[in-house]
Each structure stands twice: as C-alpha cells, then as structure tokens.
C-alpha cells in the first residue's frame, strides 16, 4: 500500500496550486481518502477528505469555499484544488487513507487513518 503526493510548490498569495494522491496497491473503493497538512510549529491538521462509497466530503473551516477535493477512480487519484492560497495555507501536506468509509464526525481525524503518504510542501508567499 503506497500514497504519493504530489504537487506542492511555492506560490503567491492569490494563487492555485492542485495536489494529487495517488493510492497504490489498493483501489479506492471504499476507503476514505484524506488531505492533511502540518505548518512548522503546529499540530497536523486535517484539510479534507472523501469517503469513496459515495462521495461525501468535508472540509476544514479554513479552508472551505476555497478548497476542492475530487477524485478520479480509475486513475486510483485523490486531488486537491486550492484555490485563493493564503500565507496561513503554507504547510507540508499528506495525504492519507482509512480502510473504511468513515462518519462525518471522524473524517477529519488523523487517528482513524490507517495509511500515509510523504508529504508535499505548498509555500504561500505575501
């Protein structure tokens, strides 16, 4: 089971930056797939995530209006759109998979996923 991010990069404020996750070893069927991120100095986070059975997704307060999470399952690829990037928004962003399709109340937390990828790092510049 592997997850590889992919991605991130320096931007400025304003702009938009798409990431990818691609699962392997898996397909995405019923698992729910997760975007988090961690900023020097802060506890990770939890940005967005997609249930796979049906589509459900969540958002971060943050981040909604701004963020879009898809997926394309025969590409077995979870994306994230960022658009309107803010400085607040630089971070290393993982993405993560649960075995299962996860309840609203927990799709946001990293302990209910069983698998992570390397992180890719998104740099909002002011």
């Known amino acids: 089971v592997q997850l590889q991010a992919s991605g991130g990069g320096l931007v400025q404020t304003g702009d938009s930056l798409r990431l990818s996750c691609l699962a392997s070893g898996f397909t995405l069927g019923y698992t729910t797939i997760g975007w988090f991120r961690q900023a020097p100095g802060k506890e990770r986070e939890g940005v967005s995530c997609i249930r796979n059975s049906d589509a459900s997704t969540k958002y971060a307060q943050s981040v909604k209006g701004r963020f879009t999470i898809s997926r394309d399952k025969a590409k077995n690829t979870v994306y994230l759109q960022m658009n309107s990037l803010r400085p607040e928004d630089t971070a290393v962003y993982f993405c993560?998979?649960?075995?299962?399709?996860?309840?609203?109340?927990?799709?946001?937390?990293?302990?209910?996923?069983?698998?992570w990828g390397q992180g890719t790092l998104v740099t909002v510049s002011s």
């Open positions: 993560a998979a649960s075995r299962s399709g996860l309840i609203q109340t927990t799709m946001l937390n990293s302990n209910y996923y069983d698998y």
